[in-house]
């Protein structure tokens, strides 16, 4: 670690000290994804303590629409598929398919996001507002987080397909591209943990 | 990295596939449900079928199958901590009931060491459904204490919910309930709030006078009292007005025995200025802190206390309604939490 004094200035940046040989980005990814695992086991825990202990309806069975959470559960899990495809695009230095496959990650995660609107507005209309009853209160907060993750990500994702018309992206950026795909799968696992326990569940 | 391996792009086809395919069988379960593979299992299968999913997209979309260790010991640790997270905090809310409702002996202890009058406790412990049929028929049958509530199918108005709140009079039961030696639950059956008042009072007609308490019953809000408890107070002494066994104490078959135990201006300082210290309720010893609810309005708090006294056990023997300017006028006192906790032993509770 100690500096070398005598070594001539090939470069004036000292070498930064490194545990291991991982790219930060990713390993910093990673432990933030774990924090963030931590986060949402909370709140899908707070979810099931309180859950049958609403004393007023709406009550789950009331308002979730099973097939329509389907389609948009199947909607996120094609996105993360198209998502590994933009990897491999920009892996392979092919700007224009990491563009295509990008843009369909996005594209299906408004559409994912415009479901949840759409549920959400439906939820309220059925009298299920956030203050409603403990059903309402926990499932918005653990929803919305999710939904918020999702809007996150819908905004990386077309920030990363303006940064490849602003300089020559190529296989040796696609680090970034992938911290972002883990970002976006991550997303993804938790609602595959969401729709079973907080949706699916509800109807056995 | 170059020499990385990486799934190939046929891999993520099969992967996506597979995801596709799992998450229509068990929207399939759900959509049509299996009657032959029970519910235990159906809920063991949901759960499988979603930890599949999870492990694939973690292994062949994140790459963690063939990446680096370090990424997945990071992961893992975050997802031991988040598990025990998880559990914890279940097993908190889940854990007191099971293990409470395991020991009834608790009641039993309760009635040894515990100045709990025995009508109470028989109450408690019968719930008023194990007596002898002679018994029965001989005492009527208590009224249905629970609070219905019946949402609106659509619209976010609170003021078209209806409240049922049973309610609380006090019936002059003192004749019958010496004959039938149920007292509360003779009192109990004396008025009825409900739609179905007129079954309520046929029902009580075995010579319990209908009429008396039901001039008495309208001199307070049972709608408002139920809606602030639902607001206020649910949160840890449940709907039921049960508590959590070991965390917070039941209201329901408690209150009201504080109640005639002389406590009335000792429920409207619980109220307004909380309680600190332990207490045993029904055997069990609570040791929380009852947040000072003074910010509440002097109306509010009269309600919630006429709720509470009332909606499980019946009015209690010469009950008179909580009125506001009485809280107004406790409200003066600005007791402590500590000194609150005192009058409890005061009362001898």
Redesign the interface.
């Known amino acids: 670690m100690s500096a070398q004094p005598a070594a001539p200035a090939a470069s004036e940046q000292p070498v930064p000290y490194r545990a ?1 040989k ?2 930060d980005v ?2 910093l990814m ?2 933030f ?6 986060f ?3 709140l ?3 979810y ?3 859950k049958d ?1 609403s ?4 009550l789950p069975v009331d308002v979730f629409d ?2 329509l959470t ?1 389609v948009s ?2 909607v996120l ?2 996105s ?2 198209l ?3 933009s990897l ?1 695009a920009i ?1 392979q230095n092919d700007i224009p398919k990491f563009r295509l496959w990008t843009a369909g990650v996005a594209f299906f995660g408004s559409i994912f996001l415009g479901f949840q609107v759409y549920e959400f507005v439906h939820f ?4 299920l ?1 956030i203050h ?1 009853n ?1 059903f309402g209160t926990t499932f918005f907060i653990l929803t919305g987080t999710h939904g918020v993750h999702v809007t996150v990500g819908v905004i990386w994702l077309v920030a990363l397909i303006m940064d490849s018309y602003l300089r020559p992206l190529g296989a040796k950026d696609s ?1 970034y591209v992938e911290i972002a ?2 970002y976006w ?2 997303v ?2 938790v609602w ?2 969401i ?3 907080v949706y ?2 509800e ?2 | 990295m170059a020499n990385q391996k990486h799934s190939s792009v046929a891999t993520y086809i099969i992967v996506a596939l597979i995801l596709g395919v799992i998450t229509y069988i068990e929207f399939a379960i759900v959509e049509y449900p299996q009657e032959w593979l029970g519910r235990n299992w159906t809920l063991f299968w949901l759960v499988a079928l979603s930890v599949v999913k999870f492990i694939m997209v973690i292994m062949f979309f994140m790459h963690l199958k063939d990446d680096d260790r370090t990424y997945t010991g990071f992961f893992s640790s975050g997802m031991f901590i988040s598990m025990a997270t998880f559990v914890a905090l279940t097993a908190m809310f889940i854990l007191p009931r099971s293990v409470a409702s395991t020991r009834p002996d608790n009641v039993v202890a309760g009635a040894a060491s515990h100045e709990v009058p025995q009508d109470v406790l028989d109450l408690v412990e019968t719930s008023g459904l194990s007596r002898s049929p002679a018994a029965q028929a001989d005492s009527p049958r208590p009224a249905d204490r629970s609070v219905q509530i019946t949402p609106p199918l659509a619209g976010n108005d609170a003021s078209s919910y209806e409240v049922t709140v049973p309610g609380g009079a006090p019936a002059q039961a003192s004749g019958e309930a010496g004959a039938s030696g149920d007292a509360t639950a003779a009192a109990a059956a004396g008025s009825d709030q409900t739609p179905n008042e007129e079954q309520a009072s046929e029902q009580a007609a075995g010579g319990t006078t209908a009429e008396a308490p039901a001039a008495t019953a309208a001199s307070w809000d049972a709608e408002a009292g139920a809606s602030v408890y639902t607001a206020n107070c649910v949160a840890c002494h449940q709907g039921n007005g049960q508590g959590i066994p070991g965390a917070f104490p039941p209201l329901a078959d408690h209150a009201t025995a504080v109640y005639e135990a002389g406590g009335r201006e000792f429920l409207m300082d619980v109220v307004l200025f909380g309680m600190q210290g332990q207490i045993q309720v029904n055997g069990m010893a609570y040791n929380g802190l009852m947040p000072a609810w003074g910010h509440l309005s002097d109306a509010d708090v009269a309600n919630v206390l006429n709720h509470i006294v009332t909606a499980w056990d019946g009015p209690p023997a010469g009950f008179a309604p909580y009125q506001a300017d009485e809280v107004a006028a406790q409200r003066g006192l600005g007791l402590s939490a500590a000194e609150v906790h005192a009058m409890r032993a005061d009362l001898g509770l």
């Open positions: 291991t991982l790219p990713k390993l990673w432990v994804l774990a924090s963030d695992t931590m949402f086991g909370s899908i825990g707070t099931l303590a309180y202990r004393l007023v309806g709406p099973i097939p389907t559960t199947f899990l094609m993360s598929f998502m590994v495809l491999h892996r309220v209309n059925a009298g507002s409603q403990l680090v795909g883990l799968h991550f993804d696992i595959i943990v729709f079973t326990v699916l569940v109807f056995v």
